[in-house]
């Protein structure tokens, strides 16, 4: 039972984060041009589109039915945006002009597989580390 608070916690604060997050990509969808690695084809649209992502995530999140789906799908998401991650890192990326440094960069490269985990849980898709699906 204290699996289940714990996942329904996280469940919300993931849908938290990723509807924060979905707004922000699809409101400022120019800020993230300059991460967009090269061979993304359509880069604007592709920022929107995540927009879109992470607003039918975190709703599928919160919709019982869907929910398996949306923690498999988020996570794949994650494993999607590694790359613009990835590249905002290698080339010192700014965020509103402000250039970030490694102390930005490496915990959020070291966190995405966390997020890839976190929508597992929280999707009810694993339970590692706390035993096996019953």
Not at 64 to 90: F, H, S, W
């Amino acid at each position: 039972m204290r699996v289940e608070r714990l996942r329904t916690g996280l469940r919300w604060a993931l849908a938290g984060i990723f509807l924060a997050v979905g707004y922000v990509h699809l409101r400022y969808t120019d800020a993230f041009l300059p991460i967009m690695p090269d061979w993304v084809p359509y880069p604007r649209l592709t920022i929107q589109f995540t927009g879109v992502c992470e607003f039918a995530g975190a709703f599928g999140l919160m919709t019982a039915r869907l929910r398996y789906l949306a923690g498999v799908m988020l996570a794949l998401y994650a494993v999607c945006v590694y790359p613009a991650n990835i590249k905002q890192a290698m080339d010192g990326g700014a965020i509103d002009g402000v250039h970030l440094n490694w102390w930005y960069h490496a915990p959020r490269l070291a966190f995405q597989p966390v997020i890839v985990w976190w929508a597992l849980f929280a999707g009810g898709v694993v339970d590692w580390p706390f035993g096996r699906k019953k």
